[in-house]
């Protein structure tokens, strides 16, 4: 019903940025959240960002001030900016769709922060 194919991810110097993009095609209801989570290895996931269509938006502590989540609904895509990155940013990252009680992941795209 809902497919997320996300794209951007590499890998990058600590201090680089990246810009993370998922697109949503499917059945994409009017009032849906969309958001990312990443995990590191041997860690559980662990949401980073997130944004509602109506703008509300929600930041794990570890990246408020370094990461900025943006959605364009006419495209149904949200967007990660990763700023100022550490090692600490490295996993695989995962978007995900949340609408009416149903959720729906992308396969991940990796990160990897090198320093």
């Known amino acids: 019903q809902v497919q997320l194919v996300e794209s951007g991810g590499g890998l990058v110097q600590a201090g680089g940025s990246l810009r993370l993009s998922c697109a949503a095609s499917?059945?994409?209801?009017?009032?849906?959240?969309m958001g990312w989570y990443r995990q590191a290895p041997g860690k559980q996931r662990e949401l980073v960002a997130s944004?509602?269509?109506?703008?509300?938006?929600n930041y794990a502590d570890s990246v408020k001030g370094r990461f900025t989540i943006s959605r364009d609904n006419a495209k149904n895509t949200v967007y990660l900016q990763m700023s100022s990155l550490g090692p600490e940013d490295t996993g695989v990252y995962y978007c995900?769709?949340?609408?009416?009680?149903?959720?729906?992941w992308g396969q991940g795209t990796q990160v990897t922060v090198s320093s």
């Open positions: 995900n769709v949340e609408q009416y009680g149903l959720g729906y």
């Open positions: 944004m509602s269509s109506r703008g509300n938006t």
């Open positions: 499917g059945s994409i209801f009017s009032f849906n959240v």
